[in-house]
């Protein structure tokens, strides 16, 4: 698919997300490593990513069959402690 775009021309656009901390908007771009706090961030995200594993998180979210019930109260009572 990549190929034929850049046939035709087509560019497509980074993913981009942002996330509002005291009043101050962050916006991530995909691949864009100038964040002054990086290296914390993607640290934070490593660990949740670990938790979130040890708990049954499934990265396939559209492979719902392999989310039990166990799975699931697991990461519910994971998350009730994280965000309280």
């Known amino acids: 698919m990549r190929k034929v775009m ?3 021309g087509v560019i497509k656009q980074p993913g981009c997300s942002w996330i509002e901390v005291e009043r ?3 916006v991530f771009l995909a691949k864009d490593k ?3 706090y990086k290296n914390r961030i ?3 995200l490593k660990m949740l990513t670990e938790q979130m594993k040890l708990v049954g998180y499934i990265s396939d979210a559209n492979d719902f069959e392999f989310y039990d019930e166990q799975s699931k109260s697991k990461l519910r009572s994971w998350m009730d402690a994280v965000v309280g």
Do not use: L
């Open 6 to 8: 850049r046939q035709q």
């Open 42 to 44: 993607y640290s934070v």
């Open 34 to 36: 100038r964040h002054p």
């Open 24 to 26: 101050k908007v962050n």
